[in-house]
């Protein structure tokens, strides 16, 4: 993860990178100023879940997609056992995916995080249950998209230095082997 992306480079994708942030800002915004609007925790509670889910969902399916080449889910097989499942883009295109695109999907992934839980806290210190209850279902599912696709980078990385390995000790091969079929 490059904390500088180059100051030259343009976002690649700007309208993925503009709904990417927008329901985290949407959430965010509407939890803040909703007190000075509504009377109703009910409405703050459904609206700011809602803006969350519709967050989880974009970054999930689409932004973790076309932004940093990653995507995963979780399944669960026959014995009942959670089973994560990873996709990524080949070698050739993650080396092509556009930094500053990159930066700003995983820099705001984890801002988000801290955010929601410096308001967990507040709601902690002013003894409020119900907001810390709207505070941990979007904290929920902003951890979840982290830690899903933290492990997919890293599935992706291990599935690289495979590849690597593999392809090195291919043309070692094929090497000693050209070389003892000269002879």
């Not at 951890?143 to 696709?149: D, E, L, T």
Request: overall charge positive; some cysteine; glycine content about 4%.
């Amino acid at each position: 993860m490059d904390l500088n992306p180059s100051q030259g480079e343009n976002y690649a994708n700007p309208k993925i990178c503009f709904f990417h942030v927008l329901f985290k800002a949407g959430a965010l915004a509407f939890y803040i100023l909703s007190a000075l609007f509504f009377d109703s925790f009910v409405i703050i509670f459904v609206v700011t879940v809602l803006l969350s889910a519709l967050d989880f969902w974009v970054v999930k399916n689409v932004s973790g997609r076309i932004l940093v080449g990653l995507r995963w889910w979780n399944e669960i097989d026959d014995n009942g056992e959670s089973v994560w499942k990873f996709e990524c883009l080949d070698q050739e295109s993650l080396a092509r995916m556009n930094k500053k695109d990159s930066w700003l999907f995983w820099w705001t992934l984890y801002l988000t995080a801290v955010v929601w839980i410096f308001f967990g806290i507040f709601s902690l210190i002013r003894f409020q249950a119900d907001y810390l209850l709207v505070v941990g279902v979007c904290l929920t599912l902003s951890i979840a998209n982290i830690v899903g696709f933290t492990k997919c980078r890293k599935d992706a990385k291990k599935q690289i230095q495979q590849f690597a390995s593999q392809t090195i000790a291919n043309r070692f091969s094929s090497t000693i082997q050209s070389a003892f079929s000269v002879v």
